[in-house]
């Protein structure tokens, strides 16, 4: 039997199943990854409200990675949201680390909650974006945040974010227009996705796993986007699960 890969997942957890760390782990499976996974935090919410995020206790992300290297090779790394300055800098510990040199990191960079609750302060947008963002080789933002992104993000260009993908750059009554953006934010790629008419919860944290899982398979960033894509519209046109307010994606088709 050909031997699993192993994608590090470092993300909050959402109690609908819809998004985070459970999606990211159903994701990574449908992919055939074995996944390792780090809370960055807990919430409370539902599909029509996020009431809390409850963070972890201090040094806990930082203490699970060097126990899970001390097993385990880490093929490529996934990271979601990340609620505080504490958790960043221990975010960034990892990403310095020996045991992840050179592997790829993906990261969905997550502001503020589908109803549009800020989940970040200033002061850690500012961190993440000057000393975070750089270390992905991708970073899949929706409109909102890149526009976030863009504006700190002039104030620090020597630090070179990679790449990025603004995955709702254009809607329109048919389709979704998504752009790859090279470190100097010109557009190197457009991709587009049908635009379907329901909400869907967690499509933002589902999307970037599957980018990370087919580069951590060697794919190039252009190959892995649209091989999302198709995984992405089936996982919409599977879905079978609604919640009050947005329906759920199924991953287990």
């Known amino acids: 039997m050909k031997k699993k890969k192993v994608i590090l997942i470092i993300s909050g957890h959402d109690p609908t199943g819809g998004a985070g760390i459970t999606a990211d782990i159903e994701t990574a499976g449908n992919f055939n990854f074995h996944t390792l996974s780090i809370l960055t935090c807990s919430t ?25 290297v001390k097993e ?20 960034l510990k990892i990403l310095e680390s020996k045991y992840v040199k050179n592997v790829p990191i993906i990261i969905d960079p997550i502001i503020k909650s589908g109803n549009g609750v800020e989940l970040l302060s200033n002061n850690n947008i500012n961190y993440i974006i000057k000393y ?19 504006k700190i993000y002039n104030n620090y260009k020597k630090n070179n974010i ?19 953006k090279s470190n100097n934010l010109e557009t190197k790629k457009q991709f587009n996705i049908q635009n379907f008419s329901n909400t869907y919860h967690g499509t ?8 990370a899982c087919n580069i951590g ?16 519209k089936k996982t919409i046109t599977s879905s079978s699960i609604k919640g009050r307010k947005q329906s759920l994606l199924n991953r287990n088709f």
């Open 44 to 68: 409370v919410q539902n599909t029509s409200n996020f009431l809390k995020i409850n963070k972890m206790p201090d040094n806990y992300i930082y203490n699970c990675f060097k126990e899970l």
């Open 72 to 91: 385990f090779k880490i093929d490529v790394i996934k990271i979601g949201l990340i609620p505080s300055i504490k958790s960043s800098r221990q975010v």
């Open 132 to 150: 975070i963002y750089p270390k992905a080789v991708l970073l899949t933002p929706n409109n909102y945040e890149y526009n976030i992104i863009k």
């Open 162 to 180: 990679k790449n990025i993908l603004v995955t709702n750059y254009k809607i329109d009554k048919n389709s979704i227009i998504l752009k790859l």
């Open 204 to 211: 933002g944290c589902t999307f970037s796993t599957a980018i």
């Open 217 to 232: 398979l060697n794919n190039s960033i252009e190959k892995s986007i649209k091989i999302s894509l198709k995984f992405i």
